[in-house]
């Protein structure tokens, strides 16, 4: 079974564009969840979408949303990009209610 | 609200010597899930196990184990006969029943073996 993929794998930006991040999950996995890492906060959680509903969200501003669509993929976007955005985002998939696995993760750099 | 704690931010052993990382969780519901992930230098988390709050058997998986004790809310992790490919950083990570798959980590533990 393939595993995670994530696209972009590496991505540079300037503060105030927006970028858009991808995942598709592993097949039959319908629930996706994203966190950022990042050295000073470590690993937190940003949003979980089952069945294209968002069922949970972390403490992160408006500015990050996210979506998923009928073939369970996600896209994560963060508009207005400041340079504190810069981090490895990690996507996960999961069946219903059981482990998730994790993709390489999309690394942005905010300049 | 949920927390995990990993007191131990670096651990450096020499090929060969066991090592135990430590893990305190804290939580307010009765039904949640503890969770082993590694994340070698290439920087994706990798699964190692899970555990449901009520099975408290410890676990033993080839060199890994596992020790879960409820009464002193700790998930530790010892890897035994350590070799340098276990040189990683590890997380353990809280999932609450309530909510939903969200994953609270820990700071995360950086083990380096030496040869």
């Known amino acids: 079974k393939a595993g995670v993929t994530q696209t972009p794998r590496y991505l540079i930006k300037t503060r105030g564009q927006q970028v858009t991040l991808s995942c598709s999950p592993i097949s039959g996995h319908r629930s996706v969840s994203w966190y950022q890492q990042t050295p000073g906060q470590g690993l937190q959680f940003l949003f979980e979408?089952?069945?294209?509903?968002?069922?949970n969200k972390g403490n992160f501003p408006g500015r990050f949303s996210g979506r998923q669509f009928s073939n369970s993929r996600s896209e994560m976007n963060v508009s207005t990009l400041e340079l504190g955005d810069s981090a490895l985002y990690l996507c996960a998939s999961s069946l219903a209610r059981a482990e998730q696995y994790f993709g390489p993760g999309t690394r942005l750099t905010v300049t | 609200a949920q927390k995990v704690t990993q007191a131990q931010t670096e651990i450096s052993v020499v090929e060969k010597e066991d090592v135990t990382l430590d893990c305190v969780y804290e939580t307010r519901d009765t039904t949640y899930y503890l969770f082993w992930y590694k994340q070698p230098p290439s920087g994706e988390l990798v699964f190692l196990i899970r555990r449901n709050s009520f099975d408290e058997q410890n676990e033993i998986s080839g060199r890994y184990s596992w020790n879960f004790q409820k009464s002193t809310s700790s998930f530790n992790f010892t890897i035994t006969a350590s070799q340098v490919v276990d040189s990683a950083v590890y997380f353990c990570a809280l999932s609450e029943e309530a909510a939903g798959n969200k994953l609270t980590f820990g700071g995360g533990t950086r083990v380096l073996v030496k040869p």
């Open positions: 979408y089952f069945s294209e509903t968002q069922r």
